[in-house]
């Protein structure tokens, strides 16, 4: 065992192929923030992706991480809960800049046993899982497109984002059906774009269409309107933007409201965290997917192998890392709608900070 001996980090701006719109936000550049954690003659690396959702910026997360550099020195590499205590006591909040550190202890800790991360998480099988891919909101043609491009490029599941104007939205999603056939898996996202009632009257549309779930069709703070949403839903709902912390995870599931957890380790803090929000969620009856921000490949690689490690999660939506220009991280696999993580220790990835 080691103690934790240096912190460094790197900040990079990727550029999109496309501006993603979603009812929130639009955007063609994303800030990463790729860290590197040594501890004795092995190190592992992280990465933060900076969004509204958790208050984050660039500024922010790198202010956080140098104040955590020395803070962190001394601390044993295997104990996560202290590494998380010493995080916290740092500054509450910032959960993609502790999210970052947490990945890259797990991928020092890999490395340091020879096993990848969620083999040591007690996942089992190929190291591969099926993800959605994202579709912003476009106009009803452009929509179309997209979504056929992305099936042909073989992605068996798509999440199309949705809330900005509910007519709009019925015309674009039955058009994908339409377009797509009923072999493909659709998720629908409206990043908190409708009403109540606007909701209910959706998830009620989307259930004649075949979509598997509808995810944060209501303002983050109104649980009370998620869960009249749920109630009369005849399509599963998820909850994404009202639940980043364990505390959230745990109003969720005492109110009942909502049927998934969409969990990201940008908003939990990390793969630590995240394992006891889908603990929580399972003893709740509640599954969960694993989510993404604008993220680079080597965050991507912390969500599928926590993906691949627990036997709850449903859903993988994995797949920002797809529309990044020069991504500075590699490793990943995909193939036939499968993403993969490489199969080496750790993460199994490869970054400009490996030496
Ligand atoms: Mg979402």
């Known amino acids: 065992m080691n103690l934790i001996d240096d912190l460094r980090f790197r900040s990079y701006s990727i550029r999109r192929r496309n501006v993603f719109r979603i009812a929130t936000s639009a955007s063609d550049v994303e800030d990463n923030i790729v860290v590197r954690v040594d501890a004795g003659d092995d190190f592992g690396v992280g990465n933060a992706s900076p969004s509204d959702v958790t208050h984050e910026t660039r500024e922010t997360i790198e202010r956080f991480l140098t104040a955590s550099a020395g803070r962190i020195r001394g601390v044993a590499e295997d104990d996560l809960e202290a590494l998380h205590d010493v995080l916290d006591s740092v500054a509450p909040g910032n959960t993609a800049a502790k999210a970052a550190i947490d990945i890259a202890v797990h991928d020092l800790l890999g490395k340091r046993c020879g096993v990848q991360i969620y083999e040591a998480l007690g996942g089992r099988g190929d190291g591969r899982l099926v993800t959605d891919m994202t579709v912003g909101i476009e106009g009803v043609d452009e929509t179309v497109r997209r979504a056929v491009a992305n099936c042909r490029d073989g992605f068996r599941a798509l999440k199309l984002k949705v809330g900005l104007d509910i007519e709009q939205d019925l ?153 990044m220009i020069d991504d500075p991280s590699s490793g990943l696999t995909f193939e036939d709608g499968l993403i993969g993580v490489s199969g080496r220790p750790g993460l199994g990835m490869t970054t400009d900070m490996d030496c």
Do not use: W
């Not at 259930?207 to 779930?213: N, S």
């Not at 944060?216 to 994404?240: H, T, W």
């Not at 006891?276 to 993404?292: F, P, Q």
């Open 171 to 323: 015309l674009r999603v039955a058009a994908v059906r339409e377009a797509v056939g009923s072999g493909v898996e659709l998720r629908v996202d409206a990043n908190q774009g409708y009403d109540v009632d606007e909701a209910i009257r959706f998830c009620e549309e989307m259930d004649t269409l075949g979509v598997a779930l509808v995810e944060q069709p209501v303002d983050a703070d109104d649980y009370a309107g998620l869960k009249a949403v749920r109630e009369r839903s005849p399509v599963p709902i998820m909850a994404d933007e009202c639940l980043r912390t364990i505390a959230d995870a745990e109003r969720v599931a005492a109110e009942g409201a909502a049927d998934i957890i969409n969990i990201k380790l940008m908003k939990s803090g990390g793969i630590h965290p995240a394992r006891t929000i889908d603990r929580i969620a399972k003893d709740a009856s509640m599954t969960t997917m694993v989510g993404c921000m604008g993220e680079i490949q080597l965050s991507i690689a912390a969500g599928l192998h926590f993906a691949l490690g627990s036997d709850n999660v449903r859903y993988v939506d994995l797949d920002s890392h797809f529309s």
